[in-house]
């Protein structure tokens, strides 16, 4: 088969490594031609030495972040399929923007558009609350329009897709941790902590609005009310300017990395107690799978989509309030069992995950039946 593998709209945050962790695996797949669309982030991070002659890259030139940019995406990508003639599109993420004349499967993980409960909707302005309503309308229309099937990373955002698009194909492929995970050799130990015997609180995550980390130096001054003495300190991966309310009194308890590339991520766990997520919205965020590889203790929201990911594998708090996560937070750091008890619990929990191998499996199962259903052999 001949398939196009397209990340032309992956730009930024967790679909980096998740795509790239995907086609990593798919070198090992020789019985197709796999013809990729490469985002100029992605394309940054590949190494196109490495894949085998059944691979064919191209760099997207146009992007989507504006309706003129849209169109000369969709024809760029259009004049691209003519010249390939694809069996099958994935596109990793969407939406895609883009209809192609294959059958087109998509990836999904726009939270924001299934879960209306969410207490993000509560933290958000009138105005982001309208530009998000904006947004929704198009990029749903995108998935309704431009695409044959769907693969989301939990049973239960499968479920709400399906309410919200009925009659559209919807597969279940767990998410998982980079396979660099699994490879200490190729791990790099650029970023080192200042030493320090303070419990650390590890965050690797873009400073979306819907991950809730503005909440942090509240949570710093509740702490130090609260616990005086409590040695602590929250590790970002981003840079300080980008946290806003910061002031002399919190500094002293924040260190930013900066942006860090996924090789830099399991030393960072290794350097830290906790993995801290205060997130509102989610379907499935690769830190709890690797936070549960790295055996750290997992501090996140009581919302459903954390609780079905993480089980009992995970301390909980009110994502809203900075008493209750400071609590959490120090009883953590207080119970050297309970730390230990958790981690066991998310060996345990981890193994519910597919590996890397096995996730990319489940994706190229996915095209080739529903090519083989849509071209019967008779």
């Known amino acids: 088969m001949k398939i196009v593998i397209n990340t032309a709209t992956i730009r930024v945050g967790g679909g980096l490594p998740a795509a790239h962790s995907f086609l990593n695996e798919c070198r090992a797949s020789t019985g197709n031609t796999f013809h990729v669309f490469l985002s100029a982030k992605l394309a940054a991070m590949v190494d196109r030495t490495v894949f085998p002659a059944n691979f064919v890259f191209y760099d997207i030139r146009s992007g989507a972040a504006t309706i003129r940019g849209r169109r000369r995406l969709r024809k760029e990508l259009a004049a691209l399929e003519d010249r390939i003639g694809p069996d099958v599109v994935l596109t990793v993420f969407g939406p895609p923007y883009w209809r192609p004349r294959a059958r087109h499967i998509c990836g999904f993980a726009k939270a924001q558009y299934l879960y209306k409960y969410s207490p993000f909707f509560k933290i958000i302005s009138f105005k982001q609350a309208l530009l998000l309503k904006v947004k929704e309308h198009f990029h749903m229309n995108s998935f309704k329009n431009d695409c044959d099937a769907f693969i989301v990373e939990t049973d239960d955002v499968r479920k709400h897709l399906m309410n919200r ?145 993480c089980a009992d594998a995970a301390l909980y708090f009110d994502p809203l309030s900075p008493g209750d996560i400071g609590d959490v937070i120090y009883k953590a750091a207080a119970d050297d069992g309970l730390r230990a008890q958790l981690t066991h619990n998310g060996r345990q929990q981890l193994s519910r995950f597919l590996s890397p191998k096995e996730k990319a499996a489940a994706y190229l199962k996915i095209i080739e039946t529903g090519y083989e259903t849509a071209h019967p052999v008779f």
Request: neutral net charge; proline residues 7%.
């Open 165 to 309: 698009l009925p009659g559209k194909e919807v597969h279940t492929v767990t998410n998982t941790c980079h396979q660099v995970f699994d490879d200490p050799a190729k791990w790099s130990y650029n970023i080192a902590l200042p030493a320090s015997g303070a419990f650390t609180l590890l965050t690797v995550a873009v400073n979306y609005i819907h991950k809730n980390l503005s909440i942090i130096p509240k949570v710093i001054e509740y702490l130090l009310v609260q616990y005086p003495g409590f040695s602590f300190r929250f590790v970002l991966t981003f840079n300080k300017e980008e946290l806003k309310g910061v002031t002399s009194l919190h500094a002293p308890y924040l260190h930013f990395t900066g942006k860090v590339n996924i090789a830099e991520c399991p030393p960072l766990y290794q350097q830290a107690d906790a993995m801290f997520l205060p997130t509102l919205l989610e379907c499935f965020s690769v830190s709890y799978a690797e936070a549960m590889k790295m055996d750290r203790v997992i501090l996140t929201s009581d919302l459903p989509f954390a609780r079905n990911i």
